[in-house]
């Protein structure tokens, strides 16, 4: 079973005695909330540390639970309540239900409610309230703890107990720490009372919570405006700093203010371009204050080039240990493995130097300002895609939509890159040339906004006009999974006229994988809703049975994997059992193989019948791939939180794409033989193309 917790447990160093049990030194105690699967020893905990007595309950699913009076008292034990899938009310792992269910129950870990954000000094901080402890002993010591302690008494929740059992409680408890540590709730974690706290910590975060850094605490001086200011709005009282025309050396801890203008910043003979992320289209108060980084050369013509991309409230490490951002700038030597931490603090970067041996030098550049040439970029991309698409970005007339149809058809029918199946029709493996600079797209789930933001991006439209790059949407991008819009069919009809049209524009870089809900089917629906059966009914509105059949057919011609000589993609998964290069181009022929690539999951503990390490590493050796080799699924979404997952399941080279997300949305480019993820923030573009003139 994998585990979301493996390899991200750092020990909390800074830790303080509170009767003999060690506790994050930022930790107040009345914050404490212990919780973990029976038989962890939660009881026993509390009652050594003195807490309030008798064990408490929590349903996560309902709205408001932070407020339950059942919180009220702490430190206390509580158990949880997660919601399953065909359950509308929450279970414990011990209910009766849960237990003697046929199948593991499927754990919607996005029902699960959030408590909200503030920094309001007038208004409670509800997620900084409670920091939860998850007690998570090994399942082999639970189950031998409940085997005694059943021997001694009545326990109710260890009659017919299995180790298996054990091990899917303590799965379930592990999976819900990270969904809430994700959430950007205060989440740590202890296998025992006798061994030190840990918190939660993913590769290259530099994002110490409060209470586990002593030197995060907020000591004020409150004979000083800066002290007063600290305590009351938790200011920063860190120097200013002004960046100029002219080169400076930042050698101590300072503040540079979000002025809306561009700086670029020097190591030895590095240089990286700072500047404000500005979205089209969003009222000045909903800007979020973000930054990228990118190199001198933004949307050159020669390559498209990575960036990144630092939120408000975020941490980055700029060093060769932040893997990342190697990969996105190729640090030379002169770059230390830690030599610089930048922290944006509502727009406004905190820098703070690790390394003296190569300065840090940084100056307003002189070129043209880059926001302007972005803005050029993005203005002819944007005239350049209403010019392809021929008209505002609206549902085209049945007429014209059933004449691009056939003409992508027919290109299909001889699409580049994809040999015959043995039928002497396009098979299902698609082979981009390895020159090509390959993006890939996750699940658009007719979110028209998030692909005119990709397409409008990174001069994306002029490399594929140059032949230098290849979009790979690796299926779904039909039928909304915002509950509101489900039964909505006309922004799914729209996104598809989109990729009918960039196939026509660019038949050899620009490439659709087929995704499971690619179909007609009445078993294709999402919360009910049977959106299979939707959409045919309201195309069969438009546009009649000749568009009808013609898009059955369209579906009926897609590759279903994607392959080069450094990588592999397809919409879900990869197949379990080992397969040739033959099968693969024949792959219609193999039902049950394409019902896992297209549906599959990746296996979790709510979702044991799942892929696994072991089936990517035998579908790399299947394709005579490296062993590393990138490996990109759509489909399965971790969290709500994101949009892209490297190394999911703890699987390395294995990446999950989403780009339907509507903060905006994300995909991967490949730059030297790894994956990239690029996010862009959400912009209301189908209006602003209508509205030009």
């Not at 699967?37 to 309902?62: C, F, Q, S």
């Not at 031998?144 to 017919?160: I, L």
């Not at 309201?538 to 059949?549: K, N, Q, T």
Request: glycine share 6%; aromatic share 8%; net charge neutral.
């Amino acid at each position: 079973m994998i585990d979301p917790l493996r390899n991200k447990l750092v020990p909390i160093t800074d830790l303080q005695d509170i009767r003999g049990v060690k506790l994050p030194v930022g930790l107040n105690f009345i914050q404490l909330v212990v919780t973990g699967p029976p038989g962890a020893g939660k009881t026993y905990y509390i009652n050594h540390v003195h807490g309030w007595p008798n064990e408490g309950y929590v349903d996560l699913t309902r709205k408001g639970w932070w407020k339950d009076q059942t919180l009220t008292y702490r430190p206390r034990e509580v158990h949880l309540g997660f919601p399953f899938k065909g359950f509308s009310e929450a279970l414990t792992v011990f209910d009766k239900e849960w237990l003697e269910a046929e199948e593991p129950l499927y754990l919607e870990l996005e029902r699960i409610q959030i408590p909200p954000a503030s920094n309001n000094l007038f208004q409670t901080n509800w997620r900084n309230r409670y920091i939860f402890e998850f007690l998570l002993p090994n399942p082999e010591t639970i189950f031998k703890h409940r085997m005694e302690r059943h021997k001694e008494g009545y326990f109710p929740v260890d009659k017919n107990l299995t180790l298996e059992m054990v091990i899917r409680q303590s799965a379930i408890y592990r999976e819900v720490a990270f969904y809430m540590h994700q959430a950007k709730m205060q989440v740590y974690v202890r296998e025992a009372l006798d061994k030190p706290p840990m918190r939660i910590a993913e590769k290259d975060d530099v994002n110490i919570p409060e209470w586990a850094n002593t030197n995060a605490e907020c000591r004020p001086d409150l004979t000083t405006l800066s002290g007063w200011k600290c305590l009351i709005f938790r200011d920063d009282p860190i120097e200013w700093f002004t960046v100029t025309d002219k080169l400076q050396v930042l050698q101590n801890e300072c503040r540079i203010p979000h002025d809306g203008k561009t700086f670029e910043m020097i190591i030895g003979e590095q240089k990286f371009v700072f500047h404000p992320e500005i979205p089209l289209g969003i009222k000045k108060k909903n800007i979020q204050k973000n930054w990228l980084i990118a190199t001198s050369k933004v949307c050159a013509d020669d390559s498209i080039h990575g960036f990144a991309r630092i939120k408000v409230g975020e941490t980055v490490l700029i060093g060769r240990d932040n893997r990342q951002y190697d990969d996105i700038f190729q640090f030379s030597k002169c770059v230390a493995k830690r030599h610089l931490t930048v922290t944006n603090i509502k727009g406004d970067l905190k820098i703070i130097p690790l390394d003296v041996k190569n300065p840090i030098q940084v100056v307003r550049s002189e070129e043209q300002d880059i926001r302007e040439r972005i803005g050029t970029n993005r203005y002819n991309s944007i005239c350049g895609m209403r010019q392809i698409y021929g008209r505002t970005i609206s549902m085209l007339s049945p007429e014209e939509a059933l004449s691009t149809l056939k003409e992508v058809n027919e290109i299909i029918l001889n699409e580049p890159y994809r040999e015959k199946n043995d039928a002497g029709a396009p098979g299902a493996l698609l082979e981009p040339p390895e020159g090509l600079t390959l993006l890939l797209v996750g699940d658009l789930h007719a979110q028209v906004d998030n692909l005119l933001k990709i397409l409008t991006e990174n001069c994306l439209l002029a490399h594929l006009a140059a032949n230098s790059a290849c979009v790979v949407i690796l299926g779904d991008a039909v039928h909304s999974d915002i509950p509101k819009e489900m039964e909505d069919m006309d922004s799914s009809i729209l996104t598809l006229d989109l990729i009918l049209k960039m196939k026509c524009q660019f038949p050899e870089n620009f490439f659709y994988l087929l995704g499971n809900h690619d179909s007609f089917d009445t078993m294709i629906s999402k919360n009910g809703v049977s959106q299979g059966v939707l959409m045919r009914k309201r195309l069969l509105e438009l546009r009649g049975e000749e568009y009808v059949a013609e898009m059955r057919k369209f579906y009926e011609l897609l590759p279903m994997i994607m392959k080069t000589d450094s990588c592999v993609a397809c919409h879900a998964a990869p197949p379990r059992k080992s397969i040739t290069r033959e099968k693969l181009v024949n792959l219609r022929n193999y039902p049950e193989i394409c019902n896992e690539i297209l549906t599959n999951r990746l296996k979790r503990s709510h979702y044991p019948a799942g892929y696994d390490k072991r089936d990517v590493k035998q579908f790399r050796k299947s394709l005579q791939l490296p062993k590393r080799a990138p490996f990109v699924v759509g489909h399965t979404p971790l969290d709500p939180f994101n949009s892209f997952w490297k190394n999911a399941g703890n699987i390395k080279g294995h990446h999950i794409i989403y780009s339907g997300h509507q903060d905006g949305p994300s995909l991967f480019i490949q730059i030297k033989k790894r994956m990239i993820p690029l996010s862009y923030p959400a912009e209301p573009l189908v209006k602003i193309i209508n509205e030009m003139r």
